[in-house]
């Protein structure tokens, strides 16, 4: 059972940033693909960004491109998510997730293509 940990979700004002991490003790981290996904009060579970597991490509939903930016760093197994220019509409749950299945490109939104999840941590951008 891989362990996915969330945290740096804060109260921001906004225009402001937050930089989230996902960290996890396992090694499986270093092989996969990983993604975050954010979900609003009353609303659906959605796509927000993913990473190859070698962190050499990047997807995003088009609601945070050139707004948010996902990194990764193998050697202290954790994921992370800058996020910058924050609009009221980015207050949500933010979750992150390994990948375990699917290759092509269109295998990183789906959230059935993710089998472990983080428990979340909360953003919210006062506006």
């Known amino acids: 059972q891989v362990q996915l940990v969330e945290s740096g979700g804060a109260l921001v004002q906004t225009g402001g940033s937050l930089r989230l991490s996902c960290g996890t003790s396992?090694?499986?981290?270093?092989?996969?693909?990983m993604g975050w996904f954010r979900q609003a009060p009353d609303k659906e579970r959605v796509f927000v960004a993913a990473?190859?597991?070698?962190?050499?490509?990047?997807y995003y939903a088009d609601s945070v491109k050139g707004r948010f930016t996902i990194s990764r760093d193998n050697a202290k197994n954790t994921l992370y998510l800058q996020m910058n220019s924050l609009k009221p509409e980015d207050t949500a749950t933010y979750y992150c997730?390994?990948?375990?299945?699917?290759?092509?490109?269109?295998?990183?939104?789906?959230?059935?293509?993710?089998?472990?999840w983080g428990r979340g941590t909360q953003v919210t951008v006062s506006s």
């Open positions: 990473i190859s597991w070698i962190g050499n490509t990047r």
């Open positions: 997730a390994l990948k375990t299945s699917g290759r092509e490109p269109d295998s990183y939104s789906p959230l059935n293509n993710y089998g472990y």
């Open positions: 396992e090694r499986a981290f270093r092989s996969h693909d």
